[in-house]
């Protein structure tokens, strides 16, 4: 079965909204054995829209997937189009209108005659509730074709598609998709490819895709079976050969973060965690707490900017700035020392100082040059010198990614 989303909205033309609906359609279309073949976004204007509806289908889709478009005022037309695109005609449906009217007297507002258009639906067609707004979905089906029409707002369009329409999609499909996202970091994108190509070349089912991300490479393996014990037994051994070839490279999968694995890690060793920040100015340990579960770990986070702050608050000596300057090995591995053994014994210090640009760079230290420092109890401080490319905001986070990499990595040495 395939289908196509078409979002419409010239607002989504201009730019003025990002369209986040398609990417969630077509995730949870991947998850039911429904291929997404094309996404289209068509503005407001009625010739337009009929011509995206008749290419989908006429591309093969089996379904078309409309979104946005099913307000109260007149260059709303998506529901308008699709039953024109059907032959069908629109009806006013009597638990819609009262619906949308309870809706209106529960917020005290006043209801106006353009409301009334949300409850004309096409003949013969499913609607679909919507518990978080005026518009229902609508569902429609004839000679073996498909349209399901969602509102546009996200926080109407996904529970009204998980709660609605799910049970419709899932007596349409006979075969589930299912996907594992393993996590890599530390390699690039080329080297992860060149290391795995042998299994990618002999790929059929499952499929393997590498995917760039910032400072790291999300391998996806997906599988196409009858249902999803099959799928995750084909995926299992593809899977345990993928980490045989990239080792600790790989950090965790599918919603595994770095800061979920360094926490993790950092409770089994039985160690708390302290940040000592220049040049990532604090994204380090805003990364951490994404984590919800980092509370039981970290102690703090400092950033200390100038080099005052690096010697009052930290107790860098000021004679190691004069000779290696603050953006240097030595001065990373004083400010990861510094922030440990002031926090407490079982504190791991990381720290991270560099020159994020556009400004700074010297003869020996270009933009992007960046110096991390990590001092474990009992153990001599270690550092890390980076050479990151990038804008100002790309290095920061990219530092910030190898500093969490930095510190997983010797934590799993032990």
């Not at 989908?56 to 189009?81: N, S």
């Not at 000679?143 to 529970?159: A, T, W």
């Not at 390699?187 to 042998?198: D, L, T």
């Not at 037994?233 to 965790?252: D, H, Q, S, Y």
Request: charged share 25%.
């Amino acid at each position: 079965m395939t289908a196509e989303i078409i979002s419409v909205g010239t607002e989504l033309l201009l730019g003025d909204i990002v369209n986040t609906n398609a990417a969630f359609l077509s995730r949870e279309l991947a998850k039911l054995g429904i291929s997404t073949f094309a996404q289209t976004v068509v503005g407001d204007n009625p010739k337009r829209l009929m011509r995206a509806y008749e290419q989908a289908f006429e591309r093969g889709a089996d379904m078309v997937i409309a979104t946005g478009g099913l307000g109260p005022t007149e260059d709303d037309i998506t529901k308008e189009i699709a039953a024109e695109c059907f032959g069908l005609s629109l009806e006013l449906h009597e638990p819609s209108w009262e619906a949308i009217q309870n809706m209106f007297s529960r917020m005290n507002l006043p209801i106006v005659r353009n409301n009334k258009k949300q409850a004309m639906l096409p003949a013969g067609s499913t609607p679909l509730p919507n518990a978080n707004g005026t518009a229902p979905g609508i569902y429609m089906e004839k000679d073996g074709r498909m349209f399901l029409l969602l509102p546009g707002p996200p926080n109407e369009l996904e529970p009204m598609f998980l709660q609605q329409a799910l049970p419709l999609l899932r007596k349409k499909s006979d075969k589930v998709l299912v996907s594992k996202v393993l996590k890599v970091t530390g390699v690039g994108e080329s080297m992860v490819e060149q290391r795995i190509k042998a299994l990618i070349d002999a790929q059929d089912n499952p499929t393997i895709a590498p995917y760039a991300k910032t400072a790291e490479v999300w391998i996806r393996i997906t599988a196409y079976a009858d249902n999803e014990a099959g799928a995750q037994k084909m995926i299992a051994p593809i899977n345990a050969e993928i980490r045989k070839i990239l080792g600790t490279a790989v950090f965790g999968e599918d919603d595994d973060s770095l800061e979920s694995v360094v926490s993790d890690l950092l409770k089994e060793r039985g160690f708390t965690l302290s940040v000592a920040e220049s040049c990532t100015g604090g994204m380090l340990t805003a990364r951490l707490v994404n984590h919800p579960g980092v509370s039981a770990v970290l102690r703090e986070g400092l950033v200390t900017y100038a080099n005052e702050a690096k010697v009052q608050r930290l107790g860098v000596d000021e004679a190691l700035l004069a000779k290696h300057g603050a953006v240097s090995a030595e001065v990373a591995a004083a400010m990861a020392e510094g922030i440990a053994k002031s926090a407490g014994s079982d504190v791991i210090g990381i720290s991270t100082t560099g020159i994020a640009g556009p400004g700074g760079a010297t003869e020996t230290k270009p933009v992007g040059r960046v110096y991390l420092g990590l001092y474990i109890p009992g153990r001599e401080a270690k550092t890390k010198e980076l050479t990151l490319t990038g804008n100002r905001d790309k290095i920061r986070a990219r530092a910030t990614v190898s500093a969490l990499d930095f510190l997983r990595s010797e934590l799993i040495r032990g």
